[in-house]
C-alpha cells in the first residue's frame, strides 16, 4: 500500500499513464494488430525528442526564466555541418560526430557568454544565438540535402533486441542524466541553485560555472539529437529542428520536472515523449481534421499537466 | 504596313532612344523582393534564382537595382513593416511573397497608394490594388488523383499528406485532392496527416499512423513530403505505394533508384521555385508601361517517368526542380491571360 502510495505521488507517472492510455486506444483501432509496429515508431520518434528534452530539463532545473530557445537551430547547425563534412563516407563517421559535439560545444559557450557577459535574460540571449545559428546553417549549404555515410544511415534506422538503435541510445544518455543528476555533486549544485541561487552562493557553490557547463550540455545534447535525425531521416534540412524547440520544453513539463526549477526528473522524459508521438498518432488514426486535431492536443496536455501537478508539498 | 504605322514606329523608337522618356525604360526602377521564409530548400532555390536572373537584368541596365529581403520570424506584422520600410527607400515595385493573403492588405494598399507596383507571388495577397501570380494549387492536387486512376485503373486506398495546417496553400491542394477522389470514386483516402513539407515530420507522421492503416495503392503528397514518406513505408516494411512526388531533388533521386532497381513508376508535380523571376518580369514589364491583368496564372512543373533523368540532371543535389523565367516567358504569360 505504501508502495503504490509512493508510485501515485512520483510526478512521472502521470506522464506514463497518459501515454499507456493513448497506446492502448490506438492499437485497440486495429484490435491489437499493430501493436509492434506502433511501439516501435513511437520508441524510435520519441528517442529524438528525449534527448533534447533532457537538455532541456537540466537548464530549466536551474530556476525561473531559464531555458535554451537555441535547440532547433543547434539540431540543424549540427545537421548540416556534419553531414556536409561526412559527405556520404564511412570512414568520416567519428570526425562528423566530434564536429557535431563541438558545434554543441560552441553554441553553449556563445549562450552563455551572452547570459553572463552582456546580462541578457537567457530567452533573449539563446533566441539571438538562435538566430545566428540558423543563418550559419542556411549558409554553409543552402538547404542542400546530403544523404548520411551508409553505416549512420542504416545504424539510426535498424533494431538491436527488438529495440530501435536510436532509443537505446536516448537510454544510455537518460541514465547519464539521472546519474549526473542524482548521484554526482553537480546534479546536486543544479537542484540548488534552481530551489534558490542567493542560498547557493552563499552556500559557496560555483553558480556560474555550474549554469555554465549545463548551457554546455544542452547545447550538445541538442546537436548529438541533430546528428542522429539527420543521420535517420537521409539528411540534414534547413527546417528539420523547428518542431523540437515546444516538444524540448513541453516533454520536460508534461514530465513531472518543475518549471520554477530545482526539481528534475528523468523518467517523466521519456513518458512524456512516448505520449507526445502517441497522441498525434492517435488522433490521425481516427482520422480528424487538423483543428481539431490541434485543439484534442492541447486540452489532453492540459489535462495531463493538471493531473502531474497536483503534488503535495514536501512529496519530492 | 500603312505609313501611318511605320510613323508610329518610328516615334516609339525615338521615345525609347531617348534618355528621359517617360515609358518604356525602366533602367532607373528599383525593384525590391519581400520574402517571408528561407528556412526550406524551396525558399532557398526560390532566392537563387532571383539573385541569379536579377543580377543579370541589373548589370545589362534593365533595371536599376533588384534587392532581396527576408523577414527572420515568418510573421506577417513584421513583413508589414517590411513593407513600410522599402516604401520609404523609394522602390518603384514590390515583388511580394506575403505570409498572410490578407494581413498585409494594410501594408500592400500604402505601397499602391504611393504610387509603388506590388506583385505577390505564391503567397498571394487579397487587396485588389496588386497583381496576384497564382499556381492553379487545386488542379494540381486533382491531376494526382487523375495520374493514379490512370497507373492504378481498379483504385485503392490512398494515404493524404498534407502541409502545414491552416495554411491557404494546404487547404486547397486537399480540397483538389479530394475533388479528383470524387471523380474517381474507385480511390478512397483512408489516411491522412500533417508532413508541415518537410520530409522529417512526414516521416514521423506517417510512421506514427500506418501501423493502423490497411494496405495503400497510392500516396497523394503536396511536395518536400514523399521521401519521408517512402522512408517510414520502407522502415515498415510494407509495399511500396506509389507516392506523387514534390520535385524535390531527394525524392527524384528515391524515384530514380526505384526505377533503375525495380521499375518503379509515378509521377512528380510541383511549383518551380524560379517562379519568383516570373514575377520579376511581371513587374519589369507593368513598370515598362505594360498593361498587365491583375490576375496571372502560372503553369506548374510535373516531371514523368520519361523526363525523370532529365530533370534529375538539371536539379542542384538537394535542391528542386527549377525554371528560371525569362522576360519573354513573363510577356507570353502576360499575353495569355488577355
Given at each position: 500500500m505504501r508502495m503504490l502510495d509512493r508510485v501515485s505521488r512520483s510526478p512521472w507517472i502521470w506522464s506514463w499513464l497518459a501515454a499507456f492510455v493513448v497506446w492502448f486506444a490506438t492499437i485497440m483501432v486495429t484490435g491489437g494488430a499493430s501493436t509492434l509496429d506502433l511501439s516501435q515508431a513511437a520508441l524510435t520518434f520519441a528517442a529524438f525528442s528525449i534527448i533534447v528534452g533532457?537538455?532541456?530539463?537540466?537548464?530549466?532545473?536551474?530556476?525561473?526564466?531559464?531555458?535554451?530557445?537555441?535547440?532547433?537551430?543547434?539540431?540543424?547547425?549540427?545537421?548540416?555541418?556534419?553531414?556536409k563534412l561526412m559527405d556520404v563516407d564511412n570512414a568520416m563517421i567519428v570526425p562528423g560526430l566530434v564536429v557535431a559535439v563541438l558545434i554543441g560545444i560552441g553554441v553553449g559557450m556563445l549562450n552563455y557568454a551572452l547570459i553572463k557577459a552582456l546580462r541578457i535574460p537567457p530567452i533573449i540571449a539563446t533566441l539571438s544565438v538562435s538566430f545566428i545559428v540558423q543563418s550559419a546553417a542556411i549558409w554553409t549549404n543552402r538547404g542542400l540535402r546530403i544523404k548520411p555515410p551508409s553505416f549512420l544511415a542504416d545504424f539510426t534506422t535498424a533494431n538491436s533486441f527488438g529495440l530501435p538503435n536510436v532509443a537505446i541510445i536516448a537510454l544510455i544518455i537518460s541514465i547519464f542524466a539521472w546519474f549526473l543528476l542524482e548521484k554526482t555533486v553537480y546534479g546536486r549544485w543544479i537542484s540548488a541553485i534552481g530551489q534558490s541561487t542567493p542560498a547557493a552562493k552563499m552556500a559557496g557553490i560555483p553558480?556560474?560555472?555550474?549554469?555554465?557547463?549545463?548551457?554546455?550540455?544542452?547545447?550538445?545534447?541538442?546537436?548529438?539529437?541533430?546528428?542522429?535525425?539527420?543521420?535517420?531521416?537521409?539528411?540534414?534540412?534547413?527546417?528539420?529542428?523547428?518542431?523540437?524547440?515546444?516538444?524540448?520544453?513541453?516533454?520536460?513539463?508534461?514530465?513531472?520536472?518543475?518549471?520554477?526549477?530545482?526539481?528534475?526528473?528523468?523518467?517523466?522524459?521519456?513518458?512524456?515523449?512516448?505520449?507526445?508521438?502517441?497522441?498525434?498518432?492517435?488522433?490521425?488514426?481516427?482520422?480528424?481534421?487538423?483543428?481539431?486535431?490541434?485543439?484534442?492536443?492541447?486540452?489532453?496536455?492540459?489535462?495531463?499537466?493538471?493531473?502531474?501537478?497536483?503534488?503535495?508539498?514536501?512529496?519530492? | 504596313m500603312t505609313i501611318r504605322k511605320m510613323l508610329m514606329a518610328s516615334v516609339a523608337v525615338?521615345?525609347?532612344?531617348?534618355?528621359?522618356?517617360?515609358?518604356?525604360?525602366?533602367?532607373?526602377?528599383?525593384?525590391?523582393?519581400?520574402?517571408?521564409?528561407?528556412?526550406?530548400?524551396?525558399?532557398?532555390?526560390?532566392?537563387?534564382?532571383?539573385?541569379?536572373?536579377?543580377?543579370?537584368?541589373?548589370?545589362?541596365?534593365?533595371?536599376?537595382?533588384?534587392?532581396?529581403?527576408?523577414?527572420?520570424?515568418?510573421?506577417?506584422?513584421?513583413?508589414?513593416?517590411?513593407?513600410?520600410?522599402?516604401?520609404?527607400?523609394g522602390y518603384d515595385a514590390i515583388v511580394l511573397n506575403a505570409a498572410s493573403p490578407t494581413a498585409l492588405n494594410g501594408a500592400v494598399k500604402e505601397a499602391c497608394d504611393a504610387g509603388?507596383?506590388?506583385?505577390?507571388?505564391?503567397?498571394?495577397?487579397?487587396?485588389?490594388?496588386?497583381?496576384?501570380?497564382a499556381?492553379?494549387?487545386?488542379?494540381?492536387?486533382?491531376?494526382?488523383?487523375?495520374?493514379?486512376?490512370?497507373?492504378?485503373?481498379?483504385?485503392?486506398?490512398?494515404?493524404?499528406?498534407?502541409?502545414?495546417?491552416?495554411?491557404?496553400?494546404?487547404?486547397?491542394?486537399?480540397?483538389?485532392?479530394?475533388?479528383?477522389?470524387?471523380?474517381?470514386?474507385q480511390f478512397k483516402i483512408v489516411g491522412s496527416v500533417h508532413g508541415d513539407w518537410a520530409q522529417d515530420v512526414a516521416q514521423k507522421a506517417v510512421a506514427g499512423i500506418l501501423p493502423s492503416l490497411p494496405e495503400i495503392a497510392g500516396v497523394v503528397t503536396q511536395g518536400g513530403d514523399g521521401y519521408g514518406a517512402a522512408q517510414a513505408i520502407a522502415a515498415a516494411k510494407r509495399p511500396m505505394p506509389v507516392i506523387v512526388m514534390g520535385?524535390?531533388?531527394?525524392?527524384?533521386?528515391?524515384?530514380k533508384e526505384q526505377k533503375d532497381a525495380s521499375g518503379y513508376e509515378t509521377m512528380s508535380v510541383s511549383i518551380a521555385p524560379g517562379v519568383s523571376t516570373l514575377a520579376f518580369w511581371v513587374a519589369q514589364q507593368i513598370l515598362d508601361g505594360k498593361e498587365v491583368k491583375k490576375d496571372l496564372v502560372v503553369p506548374f512543373l510535373r516531371i514523368d517517368q520519361a523526363n525523370l533523368e532529365e530533370n534529375l540532371a538539371n536539379t542542384q543535389a538537394g535542391g528542386v526542380a527549377n525554371v528560371e523565367y525569362t522576360q519573354e516567358d513573363a510577356i507570353k504569360v502576360i499575353e495569355a491571360a488577355k
Open positions: 533532457i537538455g532541456q530539463m537540466f537548464v530549466i532545473t536551474l530556476g525561473p526564466g531559464n531555458v535554451d530557445l537555441s535547440v532547433p537551430s543547434t539540431m540543424t547547425l549540427a545537421g548540416t555541418v556534419a553531414l553558480v556560474d560555472g555550474t549554469r555554465f557547463v549545463t548551457y554546455v550540455f544542452c547545447a550538445v545534447l541538442a546537436s548529438l539529437a541533430g546528428y542522429l535525425l539527420a543521420c535517420f531521416s537521409g539528411g540534414a534540412a534547413l527546417n528539420m529542428g523547428s518542431e523540437y524547440l515546444l516538444m524540448s520544453i513541453a516533454v520536460v513539463v508534461l514530465g513531472g520536472t518543475a518549471v520554477a526549477g530545482g526539481d528534475s526528473n528523468v523518467p517523466g522524459i521519456w513518458g512524456a515523449s512516448l505520449f507526445m508521438f502517441l497522441v498525434v498518432s492517435m488522433l490521425n488514426t481516427y482520422g480528424l481534421g487538423a483543428g481539431i486535431r490541434l485543439i484534442m492536443t492541447g486540452l489532453i496536455i492540459i489535462s495531463v499537466i493538471m493531473l502531474a501537478g497536483g503534488r503535495q508539498p514536501g512529496a519530492r | 525615338a521615345c525609347a532612344a531617348m534618355p528621359v522618356s517617360a515609358i518604356a525604360d525602366t533602367s532607373g526602377k528599383k525593384i525590391a523582393l519581400s520574402n517571408n521564409y528561407a528556412g526550406n530548400s524551396w525558399r532557398q532555390a526560390m532566392l537563387t534564382s532571383w539573385n541569379k536572373v536579377t543580377g543579370e537584368a541589373v548589370k545589362s541596365g534593365v533595371v536599376a537595382a533588384a534587392d532581396a529581403f527576408t523577414t527572420a520570424e515568418n510573421q506577417a506584422t513584421e513583413q508589414a513593416a517590411q513593407i513600410q520600410n522599402m516604401i520609404l527607400q509603388i507596383t506590388v506583385v505577390s507571388f505564391d503567397g498571394i495577397v487579397t487587396e485588389p490594388c496588386a497583381w496576384r501570380i499556381v492553379d494549387f487545386k488542379e494540381m492536387g486533382r491531376s494526382q488523383v487523375e495520374y493514379l486512376s490512370k497507373k492504378l485503373p481498379q483504385g485503392g486506398n490512398l494515404l493524404e499528406i498534407r502541409g502545414l495546417a491552416g495554411v491557404f496553400v494546404d487547404d486547397e491542394i486537399s480540397a483538389g485532392i479530394h475533388e479528383g477522389v470524387k471523380q474517381f470514386p520535385n524535390r531533388e531527394d525524392e527524384l533521386k528515391w524515384w
